[in-house]
């Protein structure tokens, strides 16, 4: 249970990269997607930050 936990960040970046990447394929770019998938990604990123602080 804790290596999922310690990996939940990662997901988190993983799923802020695919909201990025889905607009940018199907050509439907707006400054919605682009601003909510930046905030799942930094999201992400201190997700992972304080998890592996807190799981070592």
């Known amino acids: ?8 960040g990662v997901f988190i970046l993983l799923i ?7 607009p940018t394929i199907t050509g439907s770019l707006n400054n919605s997607a682009l601003f909510i998938g930046l905030v799942v990604i930094i999201l992400g990123y201190l997700a ?7 799981f070592e």
């Open 48 to 54: 992972h930050i304080f998890l592996n602080k807190r």
């Open 16 to 22: 802020g990269v695919a909201i990025l990447a889905i």
């Open 1 to 8: 249970m804790n290596t999922l936990l310690k990996y939940l």
